[in-house]
Nanobody, 120 residues
Framework: QVQLVESGGGLVQAGGSLRLSCGAS????????LGWYRQAPGKQRELVAS???????IYADSVKGRFTISGDNAKTTVYLQMNSLQPEDTAVYYC??????????????WGQGTQVTVSS
């Protein structure tokens, strides 16, 4: 019912920057929250940053001051600007959307993931 398409991952040297994008489409009536999670090898998936429809943001302590989450005016696309990247930021990054669909149900939807690799 909701499709998420991510882009922007890749390989970057430590100290570099990347910008992730995620576009949502489908039977969406409204989006309550957009976010990015990441999962490194052998670790649990963790919240990186999220933004609500009211533009309230939350960041993981490890990325505060380096990453910025934002959405477009329609709140169907979410961006994650990542600056001062470090090797510990290496992970698969997943887009997450909490959306109300035409079935009148609110649910979480996930993107397919995009690899971010930071070399030292």
């Amino acid at each position: 019912q909701v499709q998420l398409v991510e882009s922007g991952g890749g390989l970057v040297q430590a100290g570099g920057s990347l910008r992730l994008s995620c576009g949502a489409s489908g039977r969406i009536l409204s989006i309550n929250r957009l976010g990015w999670y990441r999962q490194a090898p052998g670790k649990q998936r963790e919240l990186v940053a999220s933004i609500t429809s009211g533009e309230d943001t939350i960041y993981a302590d490890s990325v505060k001051g380096r990453f910025t989450i934002s959405g477009d005016n329609a709140k169907t696309t979410v961006y994650l600007q990542m600056n001062s990247l470090q090797p510990e930021d290496t992970a698969v990054y997943y887009c997450n959307v909490m959306a109300l669909t035409t079935t009148r149900s609110m649910a979480d939807y996930w993107g397919q993931g995009t690899q971010v690799t930071v070399s030292s």
